[in-house]
């Protein structure tokens, strides 16, 4: 399983969104406890960091 994504719940529940690197299924699974949360924030994050689109041809009127 490799997380790709986070969402968050109602409550502000963070939930890891998994793919299956066999089948390519998704799951979701509620963060614990023990999850670093320096990795949860840095997944939060991705797409921020790495848009799916050129942040330079943004016009900005």
Known sequence: MEPIAITV??????????R?????????????AD???L???R?????LA???FPLDRLSLV
């Open 39 to 41: 990795l949860l924030l």
């Open 20 to 32: 299956c690197t066999g089948c390519g299924v998704l799951h979701a699974n509620r963060s614990a």
């Open 9 to 18: 719940r109602g409550k502000g529940e963070w939930v890891l969104i998994h």
């Open 50 to 52: 790495l848009p799916p």
């Open 43 to 47: 997944l939060a994050v991705r797409p």
């Open 35 to 37: 999850d670093n949360p």
